[in-house]
């Protein structure tokens, strides 16, 4: 009896150790890959350094200045990439997922002048020769987790210094240091348009569903002030946002099912040799369809899709 006993405790013991063991798991990791080129005659750079940041793992560019980087963790992330030469850049926050490679391409600029010890840190704010003070760059990352914002590029401005929402329910206006809702412009790579919400009403931009899709979005500057000549038009604000591109190396779609839309996104090269990708995204509301069902009032359809083509 003694015996049995004896063995009835080591049994009782090494259950929450197995059970303590199952629960330690690799975390997953994906592949990012890309080109690093001189930004002003576009030739690919040999031997540049590519990190990723706050990890150990880096890489140098090849001949035809490409890196492929393994075992990236999954979640946002961010490279700094550098080459003899050249002005050290760091890249907006990007997701990384095990599902297909991230492509994060990288144009560096040369250095006109030595500098000592450079320290590198990433910050929102980013001065230019043009805006020193006035230009907030917003990342995906930022995009993705700004809290009630629901993916919304107007509703993540809201939280910025000097800018404010009108206080009406399901309304996406934006008034910049007191000015109204009509003097921001907005900027989708470098092409004006003329509102950035569906069911914009006359003398405000500001509707109830954003009409650009943050998927397809690598970068977002807002100028409260002090506007770029290109962007000379602005009264209270400017908006430029960036479109990523497409990835060279195989077809990848999302399909998305949203609390009022349903979308799909398309990523994939159009040439064989991977120099030609399209990025894409078409969007449809269904609320509509479920209001009729139930027979009560309903609004209208809404769609919207933009896609981008690079060669």
């Known amino acids: ?12 013991l090494a259950v929450p150790i197995a059970g303590y063991s199952q629960a330690v798991r690799p975390v997953s990791s994906g592949i990012v890959r890309g080109e690093v080129q001189d930004k002003n005659s576009g030739l690919p750079l040999t031997g540049a350094l590519v990190l990723v940041v706050n990890d150990t793992l880096r890489q140098q560019t090849g001949t035809d200045g490409r890196y492929e980087i393994k075992g990236v963790p999954t979640g946002y992330n961010t490279l700094y990439v550098d080459a003899e030469g050249y002005s050290g850049v760091l890249t907006e926050s990007f997701l990384v997922t095990t599902s297909a490679p991230t ?14 010890e ?19 760059r917003i990342g995906t990352e930022e995009i993705d987790l700004t809290p009630g914002a629901n993916r919304d590029i107007s509703k993540v401005v809201q939280s910025a210094p000097g800018v404010l929402s ?7 206006d934006v008034l910049v240091r007191g ?11 470098g092409i004006e348009i003329p509102v950035l919400n569906h069911f914009a009403v006359q003398g405000g931009s500001g509707g109830n569903a ?18 770029p000549a290109q962007f000379s038009n602005g009264l209270s604000s400017v908006m430029d ?11 990848h779609g999302k399909l998305i099912l949203g609390a009022s839309d349903v979308g799909l996104n398309v990523d994939t090269p159009i040439s064989s040799n991977g120099k030609t990708t399209l990025t894409g995204s078409f969007r449809r509301s269904y609320l509509q369809m479920l ?14 899709y933009q896609f981008k083509i690079n060669t």
């Open 1 to 12: 009896m003694m015996g049995l006993w004896k063995y009835y405790w080591m049994l009782l």
């Open 103 to 116: 492509l994060v391409n990288v144009e560096l600029e040369k250095r006109m002048v030595t500098v000592g």
């Open 118 to 136: 450079v320290v590198v840190s990433a910050s929102p704010f980013r001065p230019t020769t043009e805006s020193p003070v006035s230009m907030r």
């Open 166 to 172: 009108v206080p009406t329910a399901n309304r996406n």
């Open 179 to 189: 000015g109204g809702a009509n003097e921001n412009r907005y900027y989708l790579d």
């Open 210 to 227: 954003s009409l650009v899709n943050p998927e397809l979005l690598k970068s977002v500057n807002f100028y409260t002030g002090a506007f």
């Open 241 to 251: 946002m960036q479109m990523r591109s497409g990835n060279p190396d195989r077809f």
């Open 291 to 304: 209001f009729k069902v139930l027979k009560l009032p309903f609004l209208p359809t809404y769609n919207d």
